[in-house]
Nanobody
Framework: QVELVESGGGLVQAGGSLRLSCAAS????????MGWFRQAPGKEREFVAS????????NYADSVKDRFTISRDNAKNTVYLQMNNLKPEDTAVYYC????????????WGQGTQVSVSS
């Protein structure tokens, strides 16, 4: 099992920036990908971005491309989500997740951090 703890959420005006952090502990050697997901009120959880742990390969949802950047600090077992030019529609609870090499599914999740963007 991998334990994940997010931090860095908050309230920001449209056009502003925030950086989310996700610290991983436990069976970190088993991680295949780290991902960020978000869930807005009344909506399904959706994919935001992911990073392959072995080589840093990244993927983004079209809605955040060119505005959000996922990165990592291997020494700290931490993944970041830099969010620039935030929009009110980015308001959601953001979750960090880790997929396991054996299952290739996101089976470890953090507790979530609230991001609110005012217009």
């Amino acid at each position: 099992q991998v334990e994940l703890v997010e931090s860095g959420g908050g309230l920001v005006q449209a056009g502003g920036s925030l950086r989310l952090s996700c610290a991983a502990s436990g069976r970190t050697f088993s991680i295949h990908r780290m991902g960020w997901f978000r869930q807005a009120p009344g909506k399904e959880r959706e994919f935001v971005a992911s990073l392959r742990w072995s080589d840093g390969n990244t993927n983004y949802a079209d809605s955040v491309k060119d505005r959000f950047t996922i990165s990592r600090d291997n020494a700290k077992n931490t993944v970041y989500l830099q969010m620039n030019n935030l929009k009110p529609e980015d308001t959601a609870v953001y979750y960090c997740a880790a997929s396991d090499r054996a299952t290739m599914t996101y089976d470890s999740w953090g507790q979530g951090t609230q991001v609110s963007v005012s217009s």
